[in-house]
């Protein structure tokens, strides 16, 4: 009798060791991140770390103002896409007031610009334009909660783009990713009546589900393109260079998509537009405006962090902003929530996760 009880007692004690050693570890890798980000805070000056917190802000609250703002548009009256496009766009000036400075301050000259090049910026130029136009339908006709989580896809375009493109590794942990967040967007995808506003057909429906999944699509094919301009045609990355591509081509994209709004005549349609609107004019502008503010805001936010930090924590912030948008609408525009975009909204955050966790660990193969 006394064998058995000595096996169940040390066994106990092997549990009782197992789990002590697990506590040890967790404690040195707590100590060792601690550590490690003490010394990362120490290496940059202050002004890095406000600049880094802005720019971050400016990603998780101007992406999310800006999805908020396309969607209060169409539900208060507004119809045009063109508007919503252009909007998107109109604001680039914003981007250039910055640029301009960073040439004094920082002791830096333009980079000249040789055919390729130009031609690059317009072809992207145009891609955006058009993206913009696919992203306007979407919202036209989704819920802003579903329509972003649906861009989510755009990860899944960028990293195969990448790959194809860019010849950017690729590991098990971003492949799992990729499956992850296509399996949340068939969720959504079978939840077709339990989210989709009154006034929206099936048909509508479905094609804002297909003009946002190929907006995605020309989104990542965009971010791949940008990253081969940079490998190919600019040799480095810098901030100001940074800046100036993004400058360039949403001139490129605000002129197309000016020839698209005035040959549509939107333009002349503004008046009546913003006389109809739910609010008034003074409404309708405002919604305007400060769309085309958030959108640039969002995309500098995300440029500063790319520069800053890394293209990993980018990602982080990315994943972030998802359910910030979809718990946003759901609170402030009261779209409807159900059990399945629930669980499609884990499922992506998850496979956020995923890309995150496979990047950092191609990032730090590269780095060996």
């Excluded at 680039?92 to 000259?109: D, Q, R």
């Excluded at 955006?128 to 861009?151: F, I, K, V």
């Amino acid at each position: 009798m006394k064998q058995p009880f000595l096996e169940v007692e040390a066994g106990e004690k092997m549990e009782e060791e197992e789990i002590l050693e697990s506590s040890v570890m967790l404690r040195d890798q707590t100590s060792n991140l601690r550590t490690m980000a003490w010394e990362a805070y120490k290496r940059k000056p202050i002004s890095h770390w406000i600049l880094l917190v802005l720019s971050s802000a400016a990603m998780l609250i101007a992406f999310p103002a800006s999805s908020l703002l396309s969607r209060v548009y169409y539900a208060n009256g507004g119809t045009s896409k063109w508007i919503i496009s252009w909007v998107s766009v109109a604001g680039w000036p914003l981007t250039a007031l910055i640029l301009l400075p960073t040439y004094f301050f920082c002791k830096t000259s333009p980079t000249p610009l040789n055919l390729k090049l130009t031609a690059s910026y317009i072809m992207l130029g145009f891609l955006s334009s058009a993206d913009n136009l696919m992203y306007a339908y979407a919202y036209a006709y989704l819920p802003a909660s579903t329509a972003s989580l649906l861009a989510s896809s755009s990860l899944i375009f960028s990293a195969l783009f990448g790959y194809v493109i860019v010849k950017n590794k690729v590991n098990a942990s971003m492949i799992n990713a990729i499956v992850i967040i296509t399996a949340a967007m068939t969720i959504i995808a079978l939840d077709l009546d339990s989210d989709r506003y009154g006034n929206i057909t099936d048909r509508q429906y479905i094609m804002g589900f297909i003009w946002d999944i190929l907006g995605s699509a020309l989104h990542g094919l965009i971010f791949a393109l940008s990253e081969l301009v940079f490998v190919k045609l600019l040799g480095r990355r810098s901030f100001h260079v940074v800046l100036e591509q993004q400058v360039m081509v949403s001139l490129f994209a605000f002129m197309f998509t000016t020839i698209g709004v005035i040959a549509n005549k939107d333009f002349q349609g503004m008046k009546s537009e913003a006389n109809t609107f739910e609010g008034g004019a003074a409404s309708y502008y405002q919604v305007l405006i400060w769309g085309a503010i958030t959108f640039q805001f969002g995309v500098l936010g995300g440029t500063a962090v790319l520069f800053l930090a890394s293209t990993v924590l980018a990602g982080v912030l990315n994943a972030i902003r998802v359910p910030l948008t979809s718990i946003a609408a759901v609170i402030l525009l009261h779209d409807p929530m159900s059990g399945f975009k629930i669980l499609s909204m884990i499922i992506t955050f998850w496979g956020f996760a995923s890309y995150i966790y496979g990047s950092s660990s191609v990032s730090e193969v590269s780095s060996i």
